[in-house]
C-alpha cells in the first residue's frame, strides 16, 4: 500500500510566522509532488509542485523535496490569517500518474 | 484558460433514491478525468478515473458508476444510494501528456444522503 503520511495538526501558528507543513512518502518510485490548500467547504487548489531534490520557492511558498529522505515540505512565510485552510500533499506513486493523497493538515494562522 | 464546471452544487436525497453528478472540463482537449469522495474528517478517495471517452477505471467497488459519454464530460451515477454515501464529491481534470500530471479540481457536490 503506497502511503502519504501528514500530521493532522491542527499547527497554530502566529500572524507574520513561518508555517512549516511536513508530508512523508513511502514509495520511492515517487517523481513528482503536489501540495494543495483547501479551505472549509471548499475543493482542493494546487498551489505548488515540485520534482527536483531542493527548493522551489513561488512567492511567500517554499516547497523542499529530499528524495534520500523521502519527505517533502511546505514552508509558508509571513503567515497571514487567510491562510488558515487544510493543506493536502499528493504524490503518484512510482508507475502511475494518479497522485495518492494524504489526508491534509490543518494550519490555523492567528492574529 | 481551462475550467472545471459541478453541478449540483449540493444534493440531500433519500436513501435508496437514484443518483447522477455531472461534471463538465472547457479549454482543454481529452484530458484525463476523475471522480473523488471526500467523506467528512477523511481524505481524498478516488472512486474512478477515465483517459478518454468510454473508457472507466474503478477504484473502489461498491454502488456507484461512471461515465464518460463526451470527451469533456464525466458523469458519477447510483441506482440505489446508501447513508454512506454522503461526502463531499469531487470532479478534477488533469493533460494526458507534456505535465506532471498535476491535477485540476472543480467546485466539487456535497451530496447528504438521509
Known amino acids: 500500500q503506497k502511503e502519504v503520511e501528514q500530521n493532522s495538526g491542527p499547527l497554530s501558528v502566529p500572524e507574520g510566522a513561518i508555517a512549516s507543513l511536513n508530508c512523508t512518502y513511502s514509495d520511492r518510485g515517487s517523481q513528482s509532488f503536489f501540495w494543495y490548500r483547501q479551505y472549509s467547504g471548499k475543493s482542493p487548489e494546487l498551489i505548488m509542485f515540485i520534482y527536483s531534490n531542493g527548493d522551489k520557492e513561488d512567492g511567500r511558498f517554499t516547497a523542499q523535496l529530499n528524495k534520500a529522505s523521502q519527505y517533502v515540505s511546505l514552508l509558508i512565510r509571513d503567515s497571514q490569517p487567510s491562510d488558515s485552510a487544510t493543506y493536502l500533499c499528493a504524490a503518484p506513486s512510482g508507475g502511475s500518474y494518479i497522485p495518492t493523497f494524504g489526508r491534509g493538515t490543518s494550519l490555523i494562522v492567528h492574529p | 484558460s481551462q475550467t472545471i464546471h459541478q453541478w449540483p452544487a449540493t444534493l440531500v436525497q433519500p436513501v435508496g433514491s437514484p443518483l447522477s453528478l455531472e461534471c463538465t472540463v472547457e479549454g482543454t482537449s481529452n484530458p484525463n478525468l476523475y471522480w473523488y469522495r471526500q467523506a467528512a474528517g477523511r481524505g481524498l478517495q478516488l472512486l474512478f478515473y477515465s483517459v478518454g471517452i468510454g473508457q472507466i477505471s474503478s477504484e473502489v467497488p461498491q454502488n456507484l458508476s461512471a461515465s464518460r459519454p463526451q470527451d469533456r464530460q464525466f458523469i458519477l451515477s447510483s441506482k440505489k444510494l446508501l447513508l454512506s454515501d454522503s461526502g463531499f464529491y469531487l470532479c478534477?481534470?488533469?493533460?494526458?501528456?507534456?505535465?506532471?500530471?498535476?491535477?485540476?479540481f472543480g467546485p466539487g457536490t456535497r451530496l447528504t444522503v438521509l
Open positions: 478534477a481534470w488533469s493533460v494526458q501528456a507534456g505535465g506532471h500530471n498535476e491535477q485540476f
